[in-house]
């Protein structure tokens, strides 16, 4: 349950300049303005406190809605909330047209008063970004929250420029279904969660050297000067990519959209987890992007490609706004892969295999992952617990012209802190070669194997093409193995098999 030590309304004089001044700029969750003379009348909490760290917030309104811990802690002896409709109130029609993008237009006449609590369920953005996305998939113009974008979309004859303004307040609502998403909407990224930067930087260093240090001991590095002779670097931007991808739409979430569009909604967006654009064939749709940008010289073995059509996704562009990003996950199929940002900078936060960071949950067989809701929601909660751990991840804030190497097996989540274009790709070198055959041979590939549809074949066809093109280099890779693991004391063989190195079971 979560509560918030200082009350969410403080009609206090002391703040008030203050709160003017920030009135003027400031822009409400969905991302629109307040007119000055709009605000709340009641002034809300700008600062949100857990375990005496001060939060900072970037934005105020949300209506009033508290978490449920600070019901426990008030006098008052009633929720709102469990009123319900039976808290009749009358409501001006600015509020009744509000309401009616969900309730159907025929009804305009009937409702005449309506509870305040219904109007903030119904002010919830996430439940109308759920309906904006089931029901207009990506042909959506985004146009400052959801659920304007929803109405003017249904009922074109709307003046949807008055929904959202009326500020409304309501006092004793205890939510953490509202509060929660709202909170990690909003919450600036603290220095704290920034500052540790535990990474080795390397620029400049030779091949061998990255193998020898890096990717044969499987240790992630930060890799700078890569991208200095790449095209993207110089060009890619918000207006050349519209410009150079028209109309062609592009994988967001669980819908397709033309960048353009895109653009105009991350633009305006202030949510927990906003839409992010992760597209595994922009080259094959925009080959111009394709030949862009060139992989650096680190990581030019790519053993998947003796499968030519038939190999698994390997490339991505990513671009979001700030605070869009990944989840903690282990990279698909056993791969390594590398990241290079383009244009922002995202924060990195990595754990080797063996530690399962805390507040992510794999299913005992690894298809499935539970985690917190938001990346913001894992911070707030369970970044604090790493500090003491053993194990501390491996912390990074990779800028515009940097290159990450995640090696295979380790957990990672990223989160952009502007918005951000990055390319990335995983791959298959013969320093990872067993790790990728012993994983698509799996019990239960059919589950694990990822962006391909003959999954339960793919180790077969992999290996067959492997021997094909290059004879002999399984056979060898196993002998060196096997010739490492004579040498390792037995504990160092037990880690080592969760590690990514190769593993004694692999036959
Ligand atoms: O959001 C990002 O840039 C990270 C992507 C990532 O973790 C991945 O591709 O595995």
Redesign the pocket.
Known sequence: MLSCKRLLFKPTKLNNTKKKNRAKTTTNQNGSKFPINQQPTIDPVEEYEQEENVFSLRTSINHGVQPLGNFFLSSTSQNSRDIGLGNFKILSDELVLEILGLLDGSSLGIIATVSKSLFIFCAHEPLWRNLVLETLKGGFLFNGSWRKTYIAAHFPCFNVSSIGSCGLSIRDFYSDYLFQSWLCANLEMKHEWLGRDNIPRRKGISVEDFILNFEEPNKPVLLEGCLDNWVAKDKWDKDYLIKTCGDVMFSVGPVEMKLEDYFKYSELIREERPLYLFDPKFAEKVPKLGNEYEVPVYFREDLFSVLGEERPDYR?I?IGPAGS??SF?I?PNSTS?W?AVIKGS?KWVLFPPEVVPPGVHPSPDGAEVACPVSIVEWFMNFYGATKDWKKRPIECVCKAGEVLF?PNGWW?M?INLEESI?I?QNFVSRRNLLNVLEFLQKPNASDLVSGTRDRVNLHNKFKEAIDAAIPGTIDQLVSKAEERMKILPYWETVADSNSGGFKFSFC
């Open positions: 991505w990513i990003g990944s996950h990279d892969a990241n995202k995640v990672h990223v990055a990335t």
